[in-house]
Every structure is written in C-alpha cells, then in structure tokens.
C-alpha cells in the first residue's frame, strides 16, 4: 500500500497550493480520506476529511472557508486545495486512509507560508 503526497512547497502569505494524494494496493472507493498537518513539538491534526462517495466533508475552523478536499475515485486520488494561506498553515501534510481495521498515512509534504 503506498499514499504518495504532493504540491507542497513554498508560498506568500495569501497565496494559494493544491495537494494531491495518489493511492496504490487499495481499493480506493471503500476507504475515507483526510488531510492531516503536523508541526515540529505538536499533535498531528485534521485539516479536511471526506466521506467514501465524496457527498460529506468536514473542516476544523481553523481552515473552513480556505480549505477544500476533493477526490476522484477513479484516479484513486484526494486533494487538499488551500487558499488564502497563512504562516500559521506552516506545517507537513499527510495523507490518510481510514479503513474498518487499518488506517494508512503518506510520507507527508512540507508547506511553507512565508514572504
């Protein structure tokens, strides 16, 4: 099973990057899909999740209204599209795939917001 993050990389506050995450060795349509963000010294937290069908969403505050996940199913892909991007943003992002038993994670890709 492999989640293969990308699109991070360096960016002005209030600008915008799109993430995308591409699985392999899953059936993609069974599992839901989230966006997680870690920072050196804190808790890994969610950024978005999205239901199986891709009819239900879910936001933190912190990031409702700039963030918006997205899949294709037959792509076997997920986005994170984020916009109006803050410093606080700055963080790693992973991928992950909630399964009945298993969950499954990327190997993350680094946002930086900065000028």
């Known amino acids: 099973v492999q989640l293969v993050e990308s699109g991070g990389g360096l960016v002005q506050p209030g600008g915008s990057l799109r993430l995308s995450c591409t699985a392999s060795?899953?059936?993609?349509?069974?599992?839901?899909m989230s966006w997680y963000r870690q920072t050196p010294g804190k808790e890994r937290e969610l950024v978005a999740g999205?239901?199986?069908?891709?009819?239900?969403?879910n936001y933190p505050d912190s990031v409702k209204g700039r963030f918006t996940i997205s899949r294709d199913n037959a792509k076997a892909t997920v986005y994170l599209q984020m916009n109006s991007l803050k410093p606080e943003d700055t963080a790693v992002y992973y991928c992950?795939?909630?399964?009945?038993?298993?969950?499954?994670w990327g190997q993350g890709t680094q946002v930086t917001v900065s000028s």
């Open positions: 060795g899953i059936t993609f349509r069974w599992y839901a």
């Open positions: 992950n795939a909630k399964g009945a038993l298993i969950d499954y």
């Open positions: 999205i239901t199986r069908s891709g009819d239900s969403t």
